[in-house]
T-cell receptor, first 108, second 114 residues
């Protein structure tokens, strides 16, 4: 069972490109989180969304509750954006489910 | 500095030898959670706690125990570890009910069970 599906699994981009990572989920949710896992293994939270859109610097996250879909966009990508991006949903029972991640490599 | 700490960071043990991985946060967060990360499977939630003395099972609780006697600490106990519990473990905490705010993750504990 995969409550959360991400695409693509792997993504290679040239520096400066606009990047989109997609997340679809099948359960009822209270919130959706986007996480970034660095090559060294550390995980940081990028966004928490329950509706609409959020922006932080070059990162933009959107969610469409009716379509059960979220996107993470990176504008003007940079090699330091290279990481694994993980979508996580908090279901209505307060449990988290995670996508398997999108591995992004940005080439200078 | 606001942080989640885990100890140990690395552990190699043998089947059946009880172990505890500690997790502590200094942000007065209500919500704490344990996850395991395995190649191809991603992160999966083991147990979570909404507050002191309130713990609940996540997606993969079998073989694990937790306790929440103090707000800052949330230890993960493996009473009889088996090789299929070899994994990378993360503890995380968040404020609010439910955890609508960002999660802060510990650095991870890499466990190998021989």
């Amino acid at each position: 069972k995969n409550e959360v599906e991400q695409s693509p699994q792997n993504l290679t981009a040239q520096e400066g490109e606009f990047i989109t990572i997609n997340c679809s989920y099948s359960v009822g949710i209270s919130a959706l989180h986007w996480l970034q896992q660095h090559p060294g293994g550390g995980i940081v939270s990028l966004f928490m969304l329950s509706s609409g859109k959020k922006k932080h610097g070059r990162l933009i996250a959107t969610i469409n509750i009716q379509e059960k879909h979220s996107s993470l966009h990176i504008t003007a990508s940079h090699p330091r954006d290279s990481a694994v991006y993980i979508c996580a949903v908090l279901n209505t029972g307060n449990q988290f489910y995670f996508g398997t991640g999108t591995s992004l490599t940005v080439i200078p | 500095e606001a942080q989640v700490t885990q100890n140990p960071r690395y552990l190699i043990t043998v089947t059946g030898k009880k172990l505890t991985v500690t997790c502590s946060q200094n942000m007065n967060h209500e919500y704490m959670s344990w996850y395991r990360q395995d190649p191809g499977l991603g992160l999966r939630q083991i147990y979570y706690s909404m507050n002191v003395e309130a713990t609940d099972k996540g997606d993969v609780p079998e073989g694990y125990k937790v306790s929440r006697k103090e707000k800052r600490n949330f230890p993960l106990i493996l009473e009889s570890p088996s090789p299929n519990q070899t994994s990378l473990y993360f503890c995380a905490s968040s404020s609010g009910f439910p955890p609508y705010n960002e999660q802060f993750f510990g650095p991870g504990t890499r466990l190998t069970v021989l």
